[in-house]
């Protein structure tokens, strides 16, 4: 144990005070203290250095302090993966389940093969060499000419809707008797066996466009795009329709769908 | 130290950062400004500090901004004014009061470290840390601002 003096009681007190002594020897030299009543005094006024909380002191504001925390999601590959399985296999659900309407071409009534009447075109005044009016100063030729023209001119009234739109060379054969239009008729099979009769005029008709074998062969080969993967290759017919302007119609179809269509 | 963290830093360590400083400075505008610097610079620092040394790192920064203050503004240390307002003690002033008036007498440095030691229960090497001393050089510096605060209530007592 320490021995208490004048020269280190400061010292010895201190240590007291900070807890540096502890034990046994705290309990001597608290004692000794005690027992003398200078050193009692002393230590109290080293106790009373030791400094108290001020809970009267002012506080601050601390909320001025305080910062604004965002709330993080944090990202989980496992639930985003889950998330992605269960929309893709909703969606590839949906389309399978998906009914098209089957797309098809009305058909449009064909307008009833009635005989339309003959046009008739009123006779022009044709001032023949007969004529002997004194007014006609026509010479002989024009008069033919005209004539002539006339007839011929009878021939441009051929109904265009009647022309098939199908690049299929067509003969047409007009006749014309007595100024009128008789007959158009597509002559491609029956030409041979029709005896033109020597007043009678024969068109062909034709356009430069690509023969239709050329189109069957192009829609023969459908691209394997990756609709056709899931739905299947579709399959492309061609049939005859009596319906349709070009007497076919193309029909499409796969595991899904089937589309007819006529033109 | 995450945001949480920090935020449960300043409900934790603000008030009593805040009264280490008023303490010292006795102004309450400088003291408020001080400690809103520390704690401005912690977040700055957020991913630097950890949560267990935030007290720490909040001390030390505040005390050196406290002394730049300090010797910025030439500013002498005055007793509370909470302290003068007990107009009714004035006459028989409680020990508290005497060793308020007491700690003018210390220097900057031992006042920091008897109240850091004394209200924040700090040891040596904390001090040491947050003031930028050794633990020896803490320690004599608490012995010396405790035997002043001593002499001074010995003196006082003899006089009363």
Partial sequence: MKQINDENIDEIMFQLLEGEITGFEREQLLTAIEADEAYSNLWQAWQQTILTPELELPVMNIRQLKKKTARVIPFNFRYAIAAMLVLGLGLAVFLVNQTPGEITVSEVPKPAQTKQPVKQIPKPEIKTPEDTRVDSLIP?????????????????????????????????????????????????????????????????????????????????????????????????????????????????ENKQYKIIAGF | MTEKEYNTSVDTHANALFRFIYKSLNVREDAENIVQDAFESLWLNLGKVEFEKAKSWLFTTAYRKMIDSIRREKKMVEMPEFTKEKGSEAMQPDIKDIVNKAMEKLTETQRTVIMLRDYEGYDYAEIGKITGLNESQVKVYIFRGRQTLKNYLVKLDHII
């Fill in chain 1, 140 to 252: 002989l030729k024009e008069k033919i000419r005209s004539m002539a023209d006339i007839q011929t001119d009878k021939t441009n009234e051929i109904k265009q809707e009647n022309i098939p739109a199908t690049p299929i060379t067509t003969e047409i054969k007009s006749t014309i008797e007595h100024d009128k239009i008789v007959e158009v008729t597509d002559t491609k099979n029956k030409l041979k066996e029709v005896e033109v009769p020597e007043n009678h005029i024969i068109v062909t008709m034709s356009n430069d466009s690509k023969p239709a074998q050329d189109f069957k062969k192009d829609i023969s080969k459908p691209k394997q795009t990756f609709l056709s993967r899931i739905f299947g290759t579709p399959k492309f017919k061609l049939e005859n329709d009596s319906n349709t302007r070009t007497n076919r119609r193309l029909i499409i």
